[in-house]
């Protein structure tokens, strides 16, 4: 992988796996924390592959598999909501009648 290139390819899938973390229960403030932790791993474990005879071809592959893994899970999860319909608005709506309108009371 490039490391020029490598870098903003790795992004989505770091948003990726921390959305995964969050649906799995992850509090929201781990999340920038287990963002920053993947980055590390993936960067630094990419840079021990590289190192090893072979160990290139087998992390790209693996960062591919990740991607597109990642990607389907988003494609299913996007059609599945597309056919269930958007969902309800959730709290009181304003009434026409006063929409933009400034009252003196």
């Known amino acids: 992988m490039d490391a020029q290139y490598g870098g ?11 959305e995964v973390g969050k649906r799995l229960g992850l509090g929201a403030a781990y999340a920038a924390p287990l963002a920053v932790g993947l980055g590390l791993l993936i960067s630094v474990g990419y840079g021990v592959a590289a190192g090893l005879p072979g160990g290139s071809a087998l992390a790209d592959a693996t960062l591919q598999g990740l991607a597109l893994g990642l990607s389907a899970a988003g494609l299913y999860s996007g059609v599945k909501g597309w056919q269930e319909g958007p969902s309800p608005v959730s709290g009181p709506t304003p009434s026409h009648d006063t929409v933009g309108v400034d009252r003196a009371d």
């Open 8 to 18: 903003v390819v790795m992004v989505p899938m770091i948003i990726g796996l921390v």
